[in-house]
């Protein structure tokens, strides 16, 4: 009996050690994002659904290594360079262009899929979106130059809004190129214009504390992960100081923002996870086109429009993809 006893015992002891042998013989795929993990939990979540449909399950047959760069552009290429260390066979990129391109600078031949909201040609990243030939592709879902709609809905939403205000991450490369873009829209709807930027929460904290004193009616918050991240913050702020906005993407209006322009993230996050799989089964990211999405979403806050006392158009919310209460 004891024998039994002392050999139960041993196997005991190095299942964890056998465990963690199987887990480190597995490819590993290197996770690397801009933001915070906890705002993204929800997209960390589809990627990981792209990549079982895919033919791939985390723990199963492939490791994944989270790096998050918590809104610190800076600390990207130190990431990138310890995924790489610790054997990522592929590198998954997301919450900007930054992290492909500082990805891409560490790693010249492991594959790269991204998820990004700039033009993978511009940044440089592949040299066409059908054809990327290189070893980099994935998904842009193109919504930097979608800032001119959204000032065009503030202004629907409330007509007396102006001057506005537009937020934007001066960290971020597109943001000469969107604050371009702005400016000409407003010019274009006899709008003023004031372009704040915040890249750190002393900064973000800042002109949110500020806004009451620019005397600004509306205000834009720029495409930026970072901004994602501190969603919550942000809309609080709007709340309480009685301010419409109108954001990115629909993660806004469900954490109670007013409304949002842009992509699905969640399925973008889930195409680049099955993108993933593939480079893991060997297939060539130089011809596997980068994808964009096919629509975009107008999602309102009725909540909150009541709570600032807007009447929301109906010809606005007879085109809105998403009405939330």
Excluded: C
Excluded at 1 to 8: C, E, K, L, P, T
Excluded at 99 to 118: H, T, W, Y
Excluded at 187 to 196: D, N, T, Y
Excluded at 285 to 305: D, I, R
């Amino acid at each position: 009996m004891r024998r039994r006893v002392f050999i139960a015992g041993l196997v005991a002891a190095s299942l964890p050690r056998i465990a963690l042998a199987q887990q480190q013989s597995l490819p590993i795929v290197g996770f690397l994002h801009s933001g915070s993990s906890g705002p993204n939990a929800h997209l960390v979540a589809a990627f990981q659904r792209g990549l079982r449909e895919a033919g791939f399950e985390e723990g199963r047959n492939v490791a994944i290594e989270y790096r998050w760069a918590e809104g610190k552009y800076d600390r990207l290429p130190a990431l990138a360079s310890d995924l790489i260390n610790r054997g990522a066979v592929v590198l998954y990129t997301a919450g900007g262009s930054v992290a492909a391109i500082e990805a891409r600078k560490a790693a010249k031949a492991i594959p790269i899929v991204f998820v990004m909201g700039s033009d993978p040609v511009r940044v440089g990243l592949v040299s066409s979106l059908n054809r990327p030939g290189g070893n980099a592709t994935g998904v842009t879902l193109i919504t930097s130059g979608l800032e001119a709609k959204r000032l065009e809905l503030l202004r629907q939403l409330v007509p007396s809004a102006d001057p506005v205000a537009a937020l934007i991450n001066p960290d971020n490369p597109n943001a000469e190129d969107v604050a371009n873009d702005i400016q000409a829209s407003a010019k274009s709807l006899g709008l003023e214009v004031k372009i704040l930027h915040a890249a750190s929460d002393t900064q973000l904290e800042s002109i949110l504390a500020a806004l009451p004193q620019w005397q600004v009616k509306g205000i834009l918050v720029g495409n930026d992960p970072y901004f994602l991240s501190r969603r919550d913050k942000i809309i609080a702020r709007m709340a309480e100081i009685s301010m419409p906005a109108i954001y990115q993407s629909r993660e806004f209006p469900a954490s109670g923002g007013l409304a949002s322009y842009g992509s699905n993230l969640a399925d973008m996050y889930r195409k680049s996870g099955a993108y993933v799989g593939r480079a893991l089964k060997g297939e060539k990211l130089a011809e596997m086109p980068v994808q964009q999405p096919t629509a975009f979403e107008l999602v309102f806050n009725l909540k909150t429009a009541r709570a600032l006392g807007l009447a929301i158009p109906q010809t606005l919310l007879a085109t809105a993809d998403e009405v939330l209460e």
